[in-house]
């Protein structure tokens, strides 16, 4: 199975800074990439798909980039909203997999 | 709106099965796949497996193959999951969650989740 690295595992971060998470693939996965949110207690939300197409509804201010082993998830301004836990899911082959997730905290 | 509505908690012994239901609304339930998914607690995302409603396929993870069953029901719009031969490892919540293509025969992501149920498993 594909193996994802997320970094980093924790982040601590202000209102208004610009946030950076980076996923690793084990190998190539072309643009089976996907970025989800999760709050304590919900379910997870999906963010962006096909590595940076963004979900309806999702703010302008999430993207997603990348191409073969390396992705990044951009907060462009953090919002106390975001305060959640990231997780980037591949979806080149089964078994789909996660990376293991970025929890991003109130500095 | 699409929605995944999913059945109520349940606490079981080892070695016991459950049995999660997963309602779908808002859509035609055949054009989309579902998943499996769970989270142990305090853990991350676990993929279980993968069913589309349109022609009965499945996919499983290789560790619960043999112990889940995913069905499908069309005339109610509902999924399940069942998990059989529980242990304390199983204890997590289980979410069901919406993949935009019925069989295309390779994953997708996930684009509407369930809230989840939470499975205990304890003696």
């Known amino acids: 199975a594909i193996q994802l690295t997320q970094s980093p595992s924790s982040l601590s971060a202000s209102v208004g800074d610009r946030v950076t998470i980076t996923c690793r693939a084990s190998?190539?996965?072309?643009?089976?990439l996907a970025w989800y949110q999760q709050k304590p207690g919900n379910a997870p939300n999906l963010l962006i798909y096909?590595?940076?197409s963004l979900e309806s509804g999702v703010p302008s201010s999430f993207s997603g980039s990348g191409s073969g082993t390396e992705f990044t998830l951009t907060i462009s301004s953090l919002q106390p909203e975001d305060f959640a836990t990231y997780y980037c899911?591949?979806?080149?082959?089964?078994?789909?997999?996660f990376g293991g997730g970025t929890k991003v905290e109130i500095k | 709106q699409f929605q995944l509505v999913q059945s109520g908690a349940e606490v079981k012994k080892p070695g016991a099965s459950v049995k999660v239901s997963c309602r779908a609304s808002?859509?035609?339930?055949?054009?989309?796949?579902i998943n499996w998914v769970r989270q142990a607690p305090g853990q991350g995302l676990e993929w279980m497996g993968w069913?589309?409603?349109?022609?009965?396929?499945?996919k499983y993870v290789e560790r619960f193959q043999g112990r889940a069953t995913m069905t499908t029901d069309t005339s109610t719009s509902t999924a399940y999951m069942e998990l059989r031969s529980l242990s304390s490892e199983d204890t997590a919540v289980y979410y069901c969650?919406?993949?935009?293509?019925?069989?295309?025969?390779?994953?997708?992501?996930?684009?509407?989740w369930g809230k989840g149920t939470t499975v205990t498993v304890s003696s």
């Open positions: 096909d590595v940076s």
């Open positions: 808002g859509y035609t339930f055949n054009r989309y796949g």
């Open positions: 190998q190539g996965i072309g643009s089976g």
């Open positions: 899911q591949q979806f080149s082959g089964y078994p789909p997999t």
């Open positions: 969650a919406r993949e935009p293509i019925a069989a295309a025969g390779k994953p997708y992501y996930m684009d509407v």
């Open positions: 069913i589309s409603p349109y022609n009965g396929y499945t």
